[in-house]
C-alpha cells in the first residue's frame, strides 16, 4: 500500500502475510474468508491493506524474493579470496534459504496454485537470472571464467538448474539431504561454466542458518 500505515495497521497487514504464507506453503492457494479468521479480522480488511486476494498472495511471493535476495544475492560478507569460492559459498546459501524458509518448498517446488504468485515468481526469477549473468561477467573480468562463456545464457541455465534441483529435493519425503543437493548443484554449475571445480574449501565455507 503507497499510504503510511499506523503501528497497529502494520501489525494488521503483518497478521494477514503470516497467515498467507501459512496456507500457502501448505496448500499452495488462499481464501479470503480463512487468512482474515486467522488475522482476527473480518474478510473485507483485507482489501484495506491490499489489491484484494491477488494483491495478498503477490505480497506474500514478493516478501519471499525481497528476503531471498537480501541474503543470497546482496550479500557482501561472503568469504573467500576468489569469485570461485565466492560464489560457491553463495549457491550454498541459496540452497540453505529455500530449505530453511517456510514458502521454500512450495515456490521450488512449483507448488503455489495462484496466478498472481506464478507472475511474481516469473518476473523475480527473471531478475535473478540477469544477476547470475553480472556475476559471471564478473568472473570472467577476474580472469577465473573463460572469455567466450555466453553470461546471459549460462545465468539463466544455472539458475533454472538450481531451481529445479531444489524443488525436486524438497518435494521428496523426507526432503533429500541438503548437502547432497549443495554438493550437485556445485558439479552442475562448474559442468556449465567450464571449470574444473566450484567449492569453497572447508576454511572458507559460507555460515549455515
Known amino acids: 500500500m503507497s499510504r503510511e500505515l499506523s503501528a497497529k495497521g502494520q501489525a494488521t497487514r503483518q497478521r494477514l502475510l503470516d497467515a498467507a504464507v501459512e496456507y500457502l506453503a501448505a496448500d499452495g492457494t488462499v481464501e ?3 487468512i482474515a479468521e486467522a488475522a482476527g479480522v473480518s474478510p473485507s480488511v483485507i482489501y484495506r491493506y491490499f489489491d484484494g486476494r491477488d494483491g495478498l498472495v ?9 528476503d531471498y535476495q537480501e541474503r543470497v544475492f546482496d550479500r557482501r560478507d561472503v568469504p573467500g ?3 570461485r569460492v565466492r560464489e560457491a559459498v553463495r549457491l550454498e546459501l541459496e540452497i540453505a534459504f ?12 512449483g507448488l503455489l496454485r495462484e496466478p498472481a504468485a506464478a507472475q511474481v515468481d516469473a518476473g523475480r526469477t527473471r531478475a535473478h537470472s540477469e544477476t547470475a549473468a553480472r556475476n559471471i561477467r564478473s568472473g570472467q573480468r577476474s580472469g577465473e571464467l573463460a572469455p567466450s562463456i555466453d553470461a546471459g ?3 539463466a541455465a544455472i539458475i533454472g538448474a538450481v531451481r529445479a534441483m531444489i524443488g ?5 519425503t523426507p526432503p533429500a539431504d541438503q ?3 549443495v554438493t550437485a548443484a556445485l558439479s552442475v554449475g562448474a559442468a556449465m561454466l567450464g571449470v574444473g571445480e566450484l567449492a569453497p574449501t ?8
Open 32 to 34: 479470503v474468508a480463512k
Open 58 to 66: 503477490a505480497a506474500v511471493v514478493d516478501g519471499f524474493y525481497d
Open 81 to 83: 579470496t576468489t569469485w
Open 98 to 109: 529455500f530449505y530453511d524458509h517456510p514458502l521454500g518448498r512450495a515456490v521450488a517446488g
Open 153 to 155: 545464457l549460462a545465468g
Open 168 to 172: 525436486e529435493a524438497l518435494v521428496r
Open 179 to 181: 548437502r547432497a543437493v
Open 202 to 209: 572447508p576454511t572458507t565455507r559460507g555460515p549455515r542458518r
